[in-house]
């Protein structure tokens, strides 16, 4: 059973958490790693270099709309793709995240959180709720 009084605001916990944490991962690649060392890593592992910037640049304008609730359910599909990719990346390196160079449970567990948040909607304090197909604007939304 869901508490409809409390479930919005849950939502809301998941959405900004998620936020914090692309933007926290954008900051990783920015400052420490750097963007050029980020493509240089994404070549190592068989992505095309190219993806370093607009990997960052989802991560933070993904983050900041999550976290201000701006569509965040459609954003949180649009950033399933880094977190599959971020999951494959970890797959060869075992379960456990503090595995060197990271394992994959963590990655596997921010999918599963991105879509369960787009599965339960916008929640509380969204600046602009998702529309989803075939509803009209203002309307409540269920997943």
Do not use: C
């Not at 963007?35 to 992505?47: E, I, M, T």
């Not at 304008?61 to 569509?71: C, V």
């Not at 954003?75 to 971020?86: D, K, R, T, W």
């Amino acid at each position: 059973m869901i508490d409809t009084r409390t479930a919005p605001y849950a939502v809301f916990l998941l959405r900004v958490a998620l936020g914090v944490m692309f933007i926290a991962h954008a900051w990783l690649k920015i400052s420490v790693f750097t963007v050029p060392g980020f493509a240089g890593f994404l070549g190592q592992v068989g992505y095309p270099p190219i993806l370093a910037w607009p990997i960052v640049l989802a991560e933070v304008f993904g983050g900041i709309a999550l976290i201000m609730g701006l569509y965040s359910r459609a954003v949180a599909v649009a950033m399933l793709p880094v977190l599959i990719g971020a999951t494959l990346v970890h797959v060869p390196n075992g379960w456990v995240f503090n595995a060197p160079n990271g394992g994959w449970e963590y990655p596997a567990f921010l999918v599963v959180a991105t879509l369960a948040h787009a599965l339960a909607g916008d929640g509380a304090l969204a600046l602009r709720p998702t529309v989803l197909p075939g509803a009209t604007a203002g309307t409540p939304q269920h997943a």
